[in-house]
C-alpha cells in the first residue's frame, strides 16, 4: 500500500482493524498502517457488520447495540492508550450491515449514545449493504 501510494499520491487509504476479540483487539495492523501510510491513511473501520456476529459465531444470539456500544469504547480505549497509534481519532463505525429482520439500524446503535460517546474518536459514519 505504501509503494502504491508513492507511485499514485493521490491515494488514500482506509484500512479495516479486527474486532472479533475485544480482550485482545491486535492493534499492529492499525499501527503499522499509520506507521507505513502515515497521511495517506484517512480512515480505520473498527469492527465489520457486528450486528451479523451471531451469524459467524462471533458473539451470542443476543448480542444487542448496546453491548457493540460498551465493546467499542472498550477497544478504542485501548487505542487511544497505545503509544504507537498516533491517531485514534480517524475511525469509522459503526458499519452495521442489514437492518430489519436480519441485522441493526444505524438508528439502532446510535440510540445507545454511540455517536455522542465516541463523536472525538469517528471520523465517518459508516453503514455496509
Not at 484500512?15 to 476479540?21: L, Q, R, S, V, W
Request: contains cysteine; negative net charge; charged residues 15%.
Amino acid at each position: 500500500m505504501g509503494n502504491i501510494s508513492n507511485f499514485l499520491p493521490s491515494i488514500q487509504w482506509f484500512i479495516g482493524a479486527p474486532f472479533n476479540d475485544t480482550s485482545d483487539p491486535r492493534m499492529e495492523i492499525v499501527e503499522l498502517a499509520q506507521a507505513v501510510l502515515g497521511e495517506k491513511l484517512v480512515g480505520v473501520q473498527l469492527g465489520n457488520e457486528p450486528d451479523l456476529y451471531h451469524q459467524n459465531g462471533i458473539r451470542n444470539t443476543d448480542y444487542t447495540p448496546e453491548q457493540y456500544n460498551t465493546d467499542w469504547g472498550v477497544v478504542l480505549q485501548d487505542y487511544i492508550n497505545d503509544p504507537n497509534i498516533k491517531n485514534a481519532s480517524m475511525f469509522a463505525a459503526p458499519s452495521v450491515c442489514c437492518g430489519g429482520n436480519i441485522g441493526w439500524t444505524p438508528e439502532q446503535v446510535w440510540d445507545t449514545g454511540f455517536l455522542t460517546n465516541y463523536a472525538d474518536h469517528l471520523a465517518y459514519l459508516a453503514v455496509q449493504q
